[in-house]
């Protein structure tokens, strides 16, 4: 049985349209049962729709500072798919740490840094204030704490000396586009396990590649 996945989106959808379009291969162990924006004009809705995929809208602006009324009607929303498992993408509201906590263990987000660096806003500036020569972008279970939690997978692209925060963000951007399906894969393949705060992947290692930035000619 496959696993039944809500994306929740504010945006654009880029990483809502790979985790679609991976889901679409019959041998991928999750389905997505619904795309859920906290703003209606999120232009990953469109996508979506096109895509045939159920579109929700539960608007949080109305909700104001009150985070636990707005969960209750998400929560509904999520019991009436029968949602199992959770992917952030590009989902730009906290949660209150009631709402982690009944998804811990079943909600990944996505964040285009090498966490635990550069955690919150505009992280591919941050990287590049800092002069990292590599960077990238990590799934990981959410927890209480924003763009925090056990580390299911990172992808890393080199930094150029010419990158612009926009140019990085697009090299990063193709890299969660592959690692975002293979994470949920992952996840929804029960190929995963948490050690406490570690998060171990069964059957599985690193690519033995090394990135090395600069490359020396
Ligand atoms: C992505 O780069 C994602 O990693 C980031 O927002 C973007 C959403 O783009 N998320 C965060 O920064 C979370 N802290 P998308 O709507 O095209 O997927």
């Known amino acids: 049985m496959k696993r039944r996945v809500a994306i929740l989106i504010s945006g654009r959808g880029s990483n809502m349209a790979a985790l679609i379009e991976a889901a679409k291969a019959a041998d991928f162990p999750a389905e997505i049962a619904v795309v859920v924006s906290n703003r209606s004009d999120a232009g990953g809705l469109a996508i979506a729709s096109q895509s045939g995929v159920p579109t929700a809208i539960v608007e949080s602006r109305p909700f104001g500072k009150d985070r636990a009324a707005f969960e209750a009607a998400l ?37 285009p840094s090498l966490l635990p660096a550069f955690p919150g806003l505009e992280p591919q500036a941050q990287a590049l204030r800092a002069g990292v020569k590599i960077s ?29 925060p926009e140019t990085l963000a697009a090299r990063i951007l193709t890299v969660e586009h592959r690692i975002y399906p293979d994470a949920l894969r992952l996840l929804a393949g029960g190929q995963i396990r948490l050690d406490g705060d570690i998060c171990k992947t069964i059957g599985s290692a690193g690519s033995g590649d090394a990135l090395i930035s600069p490359a020396v000619n």
């Open 75 to 111: 929560q509904a929303l999520l019991d009436q798919h029968k949602v199992e498992l959770i992917c952030l993408a590009g989902f730009m509201r906290l949660f209150t740490a009631e709402f982690v906590q009944h998804w811990y263990g079943r909600m990944l987000n996505i964040h």
């Open 136 to 164: 990238g972008a990590t799934v990981h279970f959410v927890i209480p704490q924003t763009d925090a939690g056990p580390i299911v997978m990172q992808g890393a692209v080199a930094v150029q000396d010419d990158d612009t």
